[in-house]
T-cell receptor
Framework: GQNIDQPTEMTATEGAIVQINCTYQTSGFNGLFWYQQHAGEAPTFLSYNVLDGLEEKGRFSSFLSRSKGYSYLLLKELQMKDSASYLCAVREESTGGFKTIFGAGTRLFVKA | ETGVTQTPRHLVMGMTNKKSLKCEQHLGHNAMYWYKQSAKKPLELMFVYNFKEQTENNSVPSRFSPECPNSSHLFLHLHTLQPEDSALYLC????????????????FGDGTRLSIL
């Protein structure tokens, strides 16, 4: 079956570091994505992991452990504009090709 | 400009109305998707089209009817909806399979906020 879990909400302070965790159970794993979604806007792509380890992209980093079914998104030097929902999504093989399953998202509140 | 355009942005309709949502992508992708996003729930995949052929129908009620006339356009026809259908409907596109050596995230439109009276 498919199951993606991430915390519902998190709060952090401007300038700090926050880690958003995601655990998943899936078959035919083919990569994990993180998206950012501001209220009323489209989800936008942040990062992709298919091999174990850390991918760094500026203030954002994402980590994957396939054996543990675990990923995290790390946001450094938090800014007020980082207040948004962060969606963890797993790409998996399915009949007829691939599909992407999304978690419910983590709403991050950045306070001054 | 996200490359994926959805219209209308907002739609209010009665349960007996018929309306259509439109999605257009300018990214040269071959796969398009409809998702439903309700508050505090995961994005729910509704339909997938690959090269204009429907490859996934995720047990969606027949009051939702998709149409994909070409790989750049996707419609969702709505008829006799229920109040629980009120949600944000997101369209996305991607290249499937990904071009060699690349990962291909889905690109989303801003969505249509649908309210059923």
């Amino acid at each position: 079956g498919q199951n993606i879990d991430q915390p519902t909400e998190m709060t952090a302070t401007e300038g700090a570091i926050v880690q958003i965790n995601c655990t998943y159970q899936t078959s035919g794993f083919n990569g994990l994505f993180w998206y950012q979604q501001h209220a009323g806007e489209a989800p936008t792509f942040l990062s992709y992991n298919v091999l174990d380890g850390l991918e760094e992209k500026g203030r954002f980093s994402s980590f994957l452990s396939r054996s543990k079914g675990y990923s995290y998104l790390l946001l450094k030097e938090l800014q007020m504009k980082d207040s948004a929902s962060y969606l963890c999504a797993v790409r998996e093989e399915s009949t007829g090709g691939f599909k992407t399953i999304f978690g419910a998202g983590t709403r991050l509140f950045v306070k001054a | 400009e996200t490359g994926v355009t959805q219209t209308p942005r907002h739609l209010v309709m009665g349960m007996t109305n018929k309306k259509s949502l439109k999605c257009e992508q300018h990214l040269g992708h071959n796969a398009m998707y409809w998702y439903k996003q309700s508050a505090k729930k995961p994005l729910e995949l509704m339909f997938v089209y690959n090269f204009k052929e429907q490859t996934e129908n995720n047990s969606v009620p027949s009051r939702f009817s998709p149409e994909c006339p070409n790989s750049s356009h996707l419609f969702l026809h709505l008829h006799t909806l229920q109040p629980e259908d009120s949600a944000l409907y997101l369209c996305a596109s991607s290249q499937e399979p990904p071009r060699q050596g690349q990962h291909q995230p889905q690109h989303f439109g801003d969505g249509t906020r649908l309210s059923i009276l």
